[in-house]
């Protein structure tokens, strides 16, 4: 990426991770006065109704994905009316879909009794359903105007407003809950704040892209404009693939619910919510470098494209080894004063997230040049495969192993189905075989466990649990983990080339 594709990616991840690390606050706020005044039965219900959602949930089925591709090349070019056609097709499609979405999610109420085990009577846990359900669909109404920003590189603009919107949103929260103390108006609250944020960002979008305004002048003879049958191509593709990714990460909690109980969720979820923000900010990082690369291979150039794959794989994977020790060396210090201590699981359980989460890590840089260069229909089915091998898996390791086998079946899916296979389909486009890329992941997790393990029965030698002992065993963590980064990656070419973009973008920030 040049300077200005840098430069705009920086501003973007930085508005980003301030926007998450100060909703990540407000939320671990907000969530830690939940726990303590509605308890693990209200915590397991938002945790499951918030993963069924997700399944059904239009963000989750990467339609945005596969629309910002096509909007790289006619912004590169300035094509207003071209712009213009994609958000009207971009608008009917996403139309089509949230009637869909509605429908289906309606459909699954009267299944609800068989899914939701808990002492709550069922005008709550219909109702609360409903209020998620009209959260979800309330989300999507104006994404495609919205997505210009995004595929433009001006995601900032977006992180700005959700930083203000969701920070007014946590505190209406928190003061509802020590004032009131009930979920209904919590609920409420979020719904009214997802409306709110979404017409502002529409008004956003029409002032920095006035021509959106209306629809197209376009003709059916216009060839400027999409191929509306790859499109759709395309769009069922990567809905075949999302939809079975999300029932790969969404569908534990619904799995837990049925096998163990409601109340359980809410144990794990404790678990998932930690690492999903850490995952929330990796997901800052790869949306906001994303667009670049998307620019970036419209140029042609595989073998930089590859270069800079490379660099982003190396990154992905030091983020990943640093959080994946500190998670394993204090989360189970930290779950009993925060929460309380009959809220600690087993440390199985621990492993298990942090294989998934790792994993994640290890293929977040596979999904962001997937989407990038546009290769959708090549991987739609193996994603199928992999959701119903983490059902069966999911069912027979739960029985096994409890919990942490319902979560350790969703790493093992994977990296028998998409991991190897996604990377095959990449590395065909750069020319590569896919033992080189097979070979580097070995190598990146062999770095993590190195880093891992030691730093694990270090921090084991401090036996106090209280917030000076945590403090002090996280800063073990993150030195041994930069030393073992230091010493592994240090010398390497993607890390030097990480290390000079990051400090030529602060130095030209720095000018201006």
């Keep these: 990426m040049d300077n200005g594709r840098s430069a705009k990616s920086v501003r973007n991840v930085a508005t980003g991770l301030v926007n998450k690390i100060s909703m990540m606050v407000l939320a671990f706020a907000t969530r830690t006065i939940f726990i303590r005044l509605l308890g693990a039965e209200y915590t397991g219900i938002s945790s499951l109704y918030t993963n069924i959602l997700s399944v059904l949930s239009l963000a989750e089925m990467g339609m945005g994905n596969v ?25 009917k499609i996403y139309l089509t879909i949230i009637l869909i979405v509605f429908a289906v999610g309606i459909a699954i109420i009267p299944f609800l009794r068989y899914i939701v085990h808990s002492s709550l009577n069922s005008k709550e846990i219909v109702g609360y359903y409903v209020l998620y359900l009209i959260n979800s669909v309330s989300s999507y109404f104006v994404v495609y105007r919205t997505m210009v920003l995004s595929a433009d ?55 920095h892209y006035p021509y959106l305004r209306g629809k197209s002048g376009k003709t059916k003879n216009d060839k400027r404009q999409v191929n509306q049958r790859e499109l759709f191509k395309n769009i069922k593709a990567t809905f075949l693939f999302k939809i079975s990714d999300t029932i790969l990460d969404q569908t534990d909690s619904i799995i837990i619910s049925v096998m163990f109980g409601t109340v359980v969720v809410g144990y794990y979820s404790n678990y998932y919510m930690l690492i999903s923000y850490i995952v929330a900010i990796a997901g800052i990082i790869a949306n906001g470098l994303v667009a670049s690369f998307g620019n970036l291979n419209t140029e042609g150039d595989m073998e930089h494209s590859y270069e800079m794959f490379r660099v982003a794989l190396t990154a992905f994977s030091i983020f990943g080894t640093i959080c994946t020790t500190c998670y394993a060396c204090i989360v189970q210090d930290f779950i009993p004063i925060w929460v309380g201590s009959q809220y600690v699981m087993p440390y199985g359980l621990v492993i298990a997230v942090l294989a998934v989460f790792y994993l994640r890590m290890a293929t977040n840089t596979m999904w962001m040049y997937r989407s990038a260069m546009g290769i959708f229909q090549e991987a739609q089915y193996i994603n199928i495969v992999a959701a119903g091998l983490n059902i069966l898996l999911s069912i027979v390791l739960g029985k096994l192993m409890d919990v942490a086998g319902v979560i350790v079946a969703t790493a093992v899916s994977r990296i028998l189905t998409s991991f190897w296979y996604e990377g095959k389909v990449v590395f065909k486009r750069f020319g590569k075989p896919v033992r080189i890329y097979l070979l580097l992941q070995i190598k990146n997790f062999a770095i993590c466990a190195a880093s891992v393990f030691p730093a694990y029965v270090l921090c084991g030698i401090l036996k106090g649990s209280s917030a000076l002992y945590i403090g002090l065993k996280l800063l073990i963590a993150v030195a ?12 390497t070419k993607e890390y030097r080339t990480m290390k000079s973009k990051i400090l030529n973008v602060l130095h030209h920030r720095a000018k201006a």
């Design 67 to 91: 629309l910002m591709f096509y909007l790289y090349g006619a912004l590169k070019d300035n094509d207003e009316e071209r712009i213009k056609g994609l958000v009207d097709e971009f608008r």
């Design 480 to 491: 041994f983990s930069c030393l073992v980064v230091f010493i592994t990656y240090g010398r």
């Design 153 to 207: 590189q001006k995601s900032y603009i977006s992180n700005v407003v959700n930083t203000v919107s969701t920070s007014l949103m946590y505190i209406f929260q928190i003061v509802y809950l020590l004032l009131i103390g009930d979920f209904w108006g919590y609920l409420a609250i979020q719904v009214l704040h997802t409306i709110g944020a979404n017409l502002v960002l529409n008004q956003i979008s029409l002032k």
